[in-house]
């Protein structure tokens, strides 16, 4: 158990709509980042958090894509206007200071 | 811009031989290099990181990996497979936090199949 947890585990939405997944890592994991993965494909990075600060967004996939931290602990990713090419896990992971990165079980989206 | 190969898509290995799990990477800094192996449907779980120091580094679950930075290699590897090692795996490397603002980037993974 890394202590990361993820919500939902699963979301099925139509194209279209609007869907936001939540993150909750531990109290110790100053850093959260959040990766893609799609099928036969490595995890892809997105963007991270230190604390509540978003230090890097310019890999987001489009501005279709934005991500919080309000408050330095929880993060949710949300994605406005899904498309079905935004079907995939999304992962999100937590980190203590310079150590390894801890994944959560992920978030698997389905755009019908 | 750092990239991670891993040349075998799938492999397959009788349960109790070796594996070994090659990884080769591209990074214009000290590299950070990690093994994750991810079960399906599940998050990925850290084997073992090389941070620095001695190259060859030992993970969970009885693995172990050798870093090469002549030939830009940290292959993985185990002296005897176990039908739970069926999974996928990824190589990843990052930066010197481990991952800072460019995160960790991983390979496309290795499929590992057990013969029993």
């Known amino acids: 158990d890394t202590g990361v947890s993820q919500d939902p585990r699963h979301k099925i939405t139509k194209r279209g709509q609007n869907v936001t997944f939540r993150c909750d890592p531990i109290?110790?994991?100053?850093?959260l980042y959040w990766y893609r993965q799609t099928l036969g494909q490595g995890p892809e990075f997105l963007t991270y958090?230190?604390?509540?600060?978003?230090?890097?967004k310019s890999r987001l996939l489009s501005d279709r894509f934005s991500a919080e931290r309000p408050k330095g602990s929880f993060s949710t990713l949300e994605i406005q206007r899904t498309e079905q090419g935004d079907s995939a896990m999304y992962l999100c992971a937590g980190q203590t200071g310079t150590s390894e990165q801890f994944f959560g079980p992920g978030t698997r989206l389905t755009v019908l | 811009a750092q990239s991670v190969t891993q040349p075998d898509i799938h492999i397959t290995v009788s349960e109790g031989a070796s594996l070994e799990l090659r990884c080769n990477y591209s990074y214009g800094a000290t590299p950070y290099l990690f093994w994750y192996v991810q079960s399906p449907g599940q998050g990925l779980q850290l084997l073992l990181k090389?941070?620095?120091?001695?190259?060859l580094v030992q993970g969970i679950k009885g693995f172990e990996a050798e870093f090469k930075r002549s030939q830009s290699s940290f292959n993985l590897r185990k002296p005897s497979v176990h039908w739970s090692d069926a999974a996928e795996y990824f190589c990843?490397?990052?930066?010197?936090?481990?991952?800072?603002?460019?995160?960790?980037?991983f390979g496309k993974g290795t499929h590992l199949i057990i013969q029993p």
């Open positions: 109290s110790e994991h100053n850093r």
């Open positions: 990843a490397v990052g930066a010197l936090s481990g991952g800072g603002a460019d995160g960790l980037t």
């Open positions: 958090f230190q604390n509540e600060a978003q230090l890097e």
């Open positions: 090389y941070f620095s120091g001695d190259t």
